[in-house]
């Protein structure tokens, strides 16, 4: 569910969808088997992970796959990439590990707005020239007054209808973290 809720949050901060995420969700369902990235939003089939585990272990050995936890990776940096240096054979830098912070939630205060600008072409255009065109601090602030930090495009709510939604369906889902 953290998962399905980032995508869409992110999609509808680069305004490739204005619909509700239960609707996309509902439509990836119907499609079943046939749901795909070609015919959907494909939220659910992009969090089955086993299934895309699958497609590797027919080509490679379980030993030759390393799998790694994201919420491991975030809680324990050191250890996790610990873990991929020594699948990979190679040292450790020395000093401890630490992971940038980035991809901070976000929502677009003016919804449409954003969606007409993607549809539009000028979103990256607008972004570059206030980049180039304004201070740093400037620029900060131009992204404050566009977008609202922390905010979630989906109540909690709307993810407790999603979950019954998932396990109606039959899937699995873990409760979903809220904040």
């Given at each position: 569910?953290?998962?399905?809720?980032?995508?869409?949050?992110?999609?509808?901060v680069?305004?490739?969808?204005?619909?509700?995420?239960?609707?996309?969700?509902?439509?990836?369902?119907?499609?079943?088997?046939?749901?795909?990235?070609?015919?959907?939003?494909?939220?659910?089939?992009?969090?089955?992970?086993?299934?895309?585990l699958?497609?590797?272990?027919?080509?490679?050995?379980?030993?030759?796959?390393?799998?790694?936890?994201?919420?491991?990776?975030i809680?324990?940096?050191?250890?996790?990439?610990?873990?991929?240096?020594?699948?990979?054979?190679?040292?450790?830098?020395?000093g401890?590990?630490?992971?940038?912070?980035?991809?901070?939630?976000?929502?677009?205060?003016?919804?449409?707005?954003?969606?007409?600008?993607?549809?539009?072409?000028?979103?990256?255009?607008?972004?570059?020239?206030?980049?180039k065109?304004?201070?740093?601090?400037?620029?900060?602030k131009?992204?404050?007054?566009?977008?609202?930090?922390?905010?979630?495009?989906?109540?909690?709510?709307?993810?407790a209808?999603?979950?019954r939604?998932?396990?109606?369906?039959?899937?699995?889902?873990?409760?979903?973290?809220?904040?």
């Amino acid at each position: 569910l953290d998962r399905i809720r980032s995508h869409y949050e992110m999609d509808r901060v680069h305004g490739v969808t204005g619909r509700s995420l239960m609707s996309l969700v509902e439509e990836e369902l119907a499609l079943g088997e046939d749901a795909h990235w070609g015919n959907c939003a494909y939220y659910v089939g992009a969090s089955r992970y086993s299934q895309q585990l699958q497609a590797f272990y027919r080509y490679f050995a379980a030993e030759n796959v390393c799998v790694l936890s994201f919420e491991t990776l975030i809680a324990d940096p050191e250890a996790e990439l610990g873990r991929l240096f020594a699948f990979l054979g190679i040292a450790a830098p020395v000093g401890p590990l630490a992971l940038p912070s980035a991809n901070r939630s976000r929502a677009a205060r003016f919804p449409g707005v954003n969606r007409v600008l993607h549809a539009s072409g000028l979103k990256p255009l607008v972004s570059g020239a206030l980049k180039k065109a304004l201070p740093k601090r400037l620029e900060q602030k131009a992204k404050s007054a566009y977008y609202r930090r922390g905010s979630r495009v989906v109540p909690d709510d709307e993810l407790a209808r999603l979950d019954r939604l998932l396990r109606d369906a039959g899937l699995d889902s873990a409760p979903a973290r809220t904040g």
